[in-house]
């Protein structure tokens, strides 16, 4: 009879727990509704993921993605990042081109500037191309210390068609790095 | 919405419970109290012990035993029998709904608002079980669309994600209406306990309808030529 008395409290507590509903997070930057939500125009260039966390001292990948291109056949990306807070590791090739029989990867890390250059694309001389969103490099960086810093693309990034014809980028995304 | 009468239940709860003083702990005080209760309950009749005499009711008419727990029994004290009381009513009614009507010997409706609490509570807990279901799906697709890096894919994902969501709405607003109406039902049940409880008027009417109760025919008898009054009383 004691622990009868008891029953009403568990049962409030047991109910009383589970009101809150959860927000719905659209933070995929893939996601081409969520771009057209916060008026992030395409074709672009995006960073997967737009954020990260990693411990300092630790390794983490950063991947490059077009989104939304249409008849691309290159691309060369020009992506900066703070050479004091962080270095290159390893680069690694995208897939976007990979159903091609040849194709160009070439990078370049300038780490004195903290500017990474990525060359990729088609070889040869026919008209192969690849239109929607697709992974284009890897990135593997190692954080240094405590910091805050943004990986960004510069403004000589280009995404060419076929006939080498750039293709306007219209958006550029960033990733917010923050090693605590 | 309803949930908001929680705490106005804990804390009546945790009130009725610092306030009052232990009520009898088992069926046997139980017992012992509703054979001393008020004076207009149906008369003992002596030498006639029913068979659900309880201990108490033996202490009282004590019956010539070899056994030696009975004569333990005599040396002890005599138990200090509770009356029945309205808070004593509250607090049982507070601790399971519809308890503190069968503790006003109301056994009828305790035993309705146990059946009633029990399905909503089946309810509730069966719109918890669902909400909580839909919630893991919400969370699963919402881990998957963040992880995802194919387009078709994560939309796919971010679909189910919101049916996930519509469910989980859907669950949660049951839950709440059908918590809402085990707490107003239990809260109701317990305070028109305490209002129906012993010495109240409405209980003490009960009481003597109950004692009331008894089977009357009026007859003439062809045999010896006169009427003939026959009745029975229930005894308790």
């Known amino acids: 009879m004691k622990m009868i008395r008891y029953i009403p409290l568990f049962l409030i507590i047991l109910f009383s727990?589970?009101?809150?509903?959860?927000?719905?997070?659209?933070?995929?930057?893939?996601?081409?509704?969520?771009?057209?939500?916060?008026?992030?125009?395409?074709?672009?260039?995006?960073?997967?993921?737009?954020?990260?966390?990693?411990?300092?001292?630790?390794?983490?990948?950063?991947?490059?993605?077009?989104?939304?291109?249409?008849?691309?056949?290159?691309?060369?990306?020009?992506i900066q990042y703070d050479q004091t807070k962080m270095h290159v590791v390893d680069f690694t090739q995208g897939n976007f081109y990979s159903d091609a029989p040849e194709m160009l990867f070439y990078f370049e890390d300038d780490s004195a500037a903290g500017l990474i250059d990525i060359y990729t694309g088609y070889l040869g001389v026919d008209s192969s191309y690849v239109s929607g969103t697709g992974q284009l490099a890897t990135i593997t960086f190692n954080a240094r210390v405590d910091w805050e810093t943004v990986i960004s693309f510069t403004e000589n990034s280009r995404l060419t068609d076929p006939k080498n014809n750039d293709i306007e980028i219209l958006g550029f995304g960033e990733c917010a790095v923050h090693a605590q | 919405m309803f949930q908001k009468l929680y705490p106005l239940l804990f804390f009546l709860f945790i009130g009725v419970i610092t306030a009052q003083d232990a009520p009898p702990t088992d069926t046997e005080d139980q017992k012992n109290i509703e054979a001393s209760e008020d004076e207009n309950a149906t008369p003992n009749i002596q030498g006639i012990a029913p068979k659900d005499q309880d201990v108490a009711s033996e202490e009282a008419m004590p019956v010539e035993s070899d056994d030696d727990s009975t004569e333990e029994?005599?040396?002890?004290?005599?138990?200090?029998?509770?009356?029945?009381?309205?808070?004593?009513?509250?607090?049982?009614?507070?601790?399971?709904?519809?308890?503190?009507?069968?503790?006003?010997?109301?056994q009828r409706i305790g035993y309705l608002w146990m059946g009633i609490e029990a399905a909503l509570l089946a309810a509730t807990m069966n719109f918890k079980s669902q909400y909580d279901t839909s919630l893991?799906?919400?969370?699963?697709?919402?881990?998957?669309?963040?992880?995802?890096?194919?387009?078709?894919?994560?939309?796919?994902?971010?679909?189910?994600?919101?049916?996930?969501?519509?469910?989980?709405?859907?669950?949660?607003?049951s839950y709440q209406v059908f918590s809402g109406l085990l707490a107003v039902g239990w809260l109701y049940s317990a305070v028109t306990a305490y209002l129906e409880g012993p010495g109240t008027l409405k209980y003490l009417e009960r009481k003597r309808q109950a004692t009331s109760n008894m089977d009357m025919n009026v007859a003439f008898n062809h045999e010896q030529q006169k009427m003939q009054l026959e009745f029975s009383i229930p005894l308790r």
């Open chain 2, 136 to 173: 893991d799906d919400y969370n699963n697709y919402q881990t998957l669309y963040w992880e995802e890096t194919d387009v078709s894919l994560l939309m796919l994902y971010k679909e189910k994600r919101d049916a996930s969501r519509k469910d989980m709405d859907a669950a949660n607003s």
């Open chain 1, 17 to 78: 727990c589970s009101e809150d509903l959860p927000e719905d997070i659209n933070n995929n930057p893939l996601d081409p509704n969520t771009a057209v939500e916060n008026n992030f125009s395409t074709p672009a260039l995006v960073f997967y993921p737009h954020e990260i966390s990693p411990l300092p001292g630790s390794d983490f990948t950063v991947e490059v993605f077009a989104m939304q291109v249409d008849s691309n056949a290159g691309a060369h990306m020009q």
């Open chain 2, 73 to 106: 029994e005599k040396s002890k004290p005599p138990k200090i029998q509770k009356p029945k009381t309205q808070m004593g009513a509250l607090i049982r009614g507070l601790a399971v709904p519809g308890l503190g009507q069968v503790y006003n010997d109301n």
